[in-house]
């Protein structure tokens, strides 16, 4: 996960950080984790939504105060971020997930859905524009991308039919 989210970092971010940078901060996530853990299962690396988070602000800094200023302001962010996460554990407000709703973790999953998947199809939109392929090169890859997508929308169909019954007995 640290490879690949790394390469999505670094195409994201623009080479700001990547894969290097990536492999280390789990690194030492891990380590850190390893002396200090209170649990026995954590996400100690990047996951979809840090990705999502990352490449927004991003552009959006970017675009408002220049890309050569991110990473400082990266930085605080996630003091700012582990400041309160101390702060409610030592404080135990851990008991407020309780009100979580299910309603709410199906928008937060939604949302970040609707990103990758239209993160995943601005290429294949872009390739009949750009003029760096043949308009057959891009028709290919729509083909790939759609045929990808219905073939994992069918099989994840599959749980939900009666034909592998003949495994359960």
Not at 111 to 128: M, W, Y
Not at 147 to 160: C, P
């Amino acid at each position: 996960p640290a490879i690949a989210f790394g390469l999505l970092f670094q195409d994201g971010c623009e080479n700001a950080f990547g894969v290097v940078e990536m492999i280390m901060s789990s690194a030492l996530a891990g380590i850190v984790w390893a002396f200090f853990s209170g649990q026995p299962l954590c996400i100690l690396g990047a996951t979809g939504p840090v990705l999502a988070y990352t490449v927004v602000v991003y552009n959006m800094y970017g675009s408002m105060f220049g890309k050569q200023y991110f990473l400082p302001m990266y930085f605080w962010t996630g003091a700012w971020f582990s400041f309160f996460t101390v702060l409610m554990a030592a404080s135990d407000m851990c008991c407020i997930v309780k009100h979580v709703a299910k309603f709410t973790e199906e928008v937060f999953s939604g949302l970040i859905s609707a990103i990758f998947i239209v993160e995943a199809i601005k290429p294949t939109i872009k390739n009949f524009y750009s003029g760096k392929y043949d308009q057959d090169s891009a028709l290919l890859q729509a083909f790939l991308t759609f045929g990808t997508f219905m073939l994992a929308s069918r099989l994840a169909a599959l749980k939900n039919t009666n034909l592998a019954n003949f495994l359960t007995r």
